[in-house]
């Protein structure tokens, strides 16, 4: 391993953390460490702590009785119902494109990061990501999706019918 293979940037190493967390009975610091490890990252016991600090997490009660890392929900990490989706759809998108398994949808200027942060909440399966610019939002389809089925979903949300 080379010295600089192991070590990510701070925002890296704490969605791996929080991955973990969410995945893992997580119930010290060191067991923590030793996860990371076992994913090639390497990371001491008080960077583990400032990282579970800023990250928010606490200790909960897991079924058994022992304790566990957690971070609490964020409303921004909550899931948009698909009748929220749907109202902001149907109020931003003005016209939707697709190509492969990339959608573009148009909104009035401003706007896009309304309608790409709704998406990226609503969780669909469809949707691999999301990226947002003034008027125009890219929409990334999962490959076993591809980008005209993800299109016609997401008219159909918006309330555009067919293209």
Do not use: C, F
């Amino acid at each position: 391993m080379s010295e600089d293979e192991g070590r990510l940037t701070k925002a890296q190493r704490q969605h791996r953390i929080a991955l973990l967390l969410e995945n893992n009975v997580v119930n010290s610091q060191a067991r923590l460490v030793d996860l990371l490890a076992g994913r090639g990252v390497r990371a001491t016991q008080a960077t583990v702590s400032r990282d579970l600090e800023d990250l928010g997490a606490v200790k909960i009660r897991v079924p058994g009785g022992e304790t566990a890392y957690a971070i609490p929900a964020l409303p921004s990490e909550q899931v948009a119902p698909e009748d929220h989706l749907r109202r902001v759809l149907g109020e931003w998108v003005v016209d939707v494109a697709q190509s492969l398994n990339v959608v573009v949808l148009r909104t009035p200027p401003g706007s896009a990061h309304v309608v790409g942060s709704a998406l990226d909440r609503a969780g669909l399966s469809e949707v691999l990501g999301t990226v947002a610019g003034d008027d125009t939002l890219i929409v990334i389809a999962r490959e076993s999706v591809g980008g005209p089925a993800l299109a016609t979903l997401l008219r159909r949300l918006a309330g555009l019918g067919e293209h």
